[in-house]
């Protein structure tokens, strides 16, 4: 099934867009890990997702995804899977974005964490704790060795609504990004706390 999930993406973006170690085979297992997860919700968030949006990972049929990253290619949908549902991917901050979705109705996909601040805030800050803290599921995918990324992660993972459920580290051995920093990542998968 990951391989026919796999094949169904459309084509990385690669070395066109500064991030050639995303163009190997071994990446988008990510992705497909995480669209396991936010399965069961109605609408998908992400934040992130740059030049692999998690949309085309997803086999369920979700309501809506919504896809935030100012490198992302903006695209807008109707459908996916064959079912109504309303896709965007938004060029932009995700403090940029209003996101109006009831407690609990979404899963939140943040792979290849690495938030940086907007017009001088710090990236850790309401706008992110409030989706962190609304969401049904939060899966975050992030390089160990990245420090922006592992320094948010103890805040993230301190917030008094949410639990750990699925901890896995991944090393990414293909040629495009065996030999970066991005190689070695952990994937995070966290529920609120009933």
Same mark, same amino acid.
């Given at each position: 099934m990951i391989q026919s999930i796999l094949k169904a993406v459309p084509e990385l973006g690669g070395a066109d867009t500064g991030l050639a170690h995303l163009s190997g085979p071994a990446a988008p297992v990510r992705q497909v890990i995480a669209a396991h997860f936010l399965r069961d919700f109605a609408h998908v968030v992400e934040i992130g997702g740059s030049v692999m949006p998690i949309t085309g990972f997803l086999t369920h049929r979700p309501q809506s995804v919504l896809s935030v990253d100012p490198h992302t290619k903006p695209f807008e949908a109707e459908t996916l899977n064959g079912a109504p549902c309303r896709v965007r991917h938004l060029a /932009?901050?995700?403090?940029?974005?209003?996101?109006?979705?009831?407690? /609990? #109705?979404?899963?939140?996909?943040?792979?290849?964490?690495?938030? !940086?601040?907007?017009?001088? #805030?710090? $990236?850790?800050?309401?706008?992110?704790?409030?989706?962190?803290?609304?969401?049904?599921?939060?899966?975050?995918?992030?390089?160990?060795?990245?420090? %922006?990324?592992?320094?948010?992660?103890?805040?993230?993972?301190? !917030? $008094?609504?949410?639990?750990?459920?699925?901890?896995?580290?991944?090393?990414?051995?293909?040629?495009?990004?065996?030999?970066? $920093?991005?190689?070695? %990542? %952990?994937?995070?998968?966290? /529920?609120?706390?009933?």
């Amino acid at each position: 099934m990951i391989q026919s999930i796999l094949k169904a993406v459309p084509e990385l973006g690669g070395a066109d867009t500064g991030l050639a170690h995303l163009s190997g085979p071994a990446a988008p297992v990510r992705q497909v890990i995480a669209a396991h997860f936010l399965r069961d919700f109605a609408h998908v968030v992400e934040i992130g997702g740059s030049v692999m949006p998690i949309t085309g990972f997803l086999t369920h049929r979700p309501q809506s995804v919504l896809s935030v990253d100012p490198h992302t290619k903006p695209f807008e949908a109707e459908t996916l899977n064959g079912a109504p549902c309303r896709v965007r991917h938004l060029a /932009r901050k995700f403090q940029e974005v209003s996101f109006d979705l009831a407690p /609990r #109705s979404y899963g939140l996909a943040m792979i290849g964490f690495s938030l !940086r601040g907007f017009g001088g #805030s710090d $990236p850790a800050g309401a706008a992110l704790f409030g989706l962190l803290d609304n969401a049904g599921v939060v899966v975050i995918d992030y390089a160990l060795a990245l420090e %922006r990324a592992s320094s948010m992660i103890p805040t993230i993972l301190s !917030r $008094p609504g949410l639990k750990t459920e699925f901890t896995v580290d991944l090393t990414l051995d293909d040629a495009a990004i065996a030999n970066s $920093p991005f190689a070695a %990542r %952990r994937l995070l998968v966290l /529920r609120p706390k009933v």
